[in-house]
């Protein structure tokens, strides 16, 4: 038996075995491009020609798919409520201050746990632009002190 065929089906075997471990589309166009190169050592190719198929069918299938492919199984981001407290005015109601670990804010009808984003104290009844959400906190700004 040809070595070479054995060689191409050990290395398609392990390459399927990798992208079914993963699932991530990171070795599929290389078994397929075993797979090929397979083909072309069975009908008794030369090693270069054998090489060639693999080159080839993997970079053809993988311009040929992967952008299509990475669209369809992209992650998507979907909007929760939490993202609407970016767009509302907030009002600081208990003094935040990051050392003491106090501080919260309203916006929306709602009382967040708040932390200043530059760690300087906000008193209350101060408006603050929320910068950012992390877990129940809301990192804020005072929107005198934001940049445009």
Not at 28 to 34: D, E, K, M, P, Q
């Amino acid at each position: 038996m040809n070595p070479y065929i054995v060689l191409w089906l050990i290395l398609m075997v392990i390459l399927f075995g990798i992208e079914a471990a993963t699932v991530n589309l990171v070795s599929i166009w290389f078994a397929l491009g075993a797979l090929g190169a397979l083909i072309a050592a069975i009908a008794g190719g030369q090693l270069w020609l054998q090489v060639t198929v693999f080159v080839v069918v993997a970079a053809v299938t993988l311009l040929l798919t992967r952008p299509v492919l990475k669209k369809r199984l992209a992650v998507r981001h979907q909007p929760t409520n939490a993202d609407k407290v970016y767009e509302l005015p907030a009002v600081v109601t208990e003094r935040i201050d990051n050392e003491a670990g106090t501080g919260a804010v309203s916006s929306g009808g709602k009382i967040w746990t708040a932390r200043s984003a530059d760690c300087v104290p906000i008193e209350a009844g101060t408006r603050v632009k929320v910068l950012s959400i992390e877990g129940v906190k809301l990192i804020v700004t005072p929107e005198a002190a934001r940049v445009n």
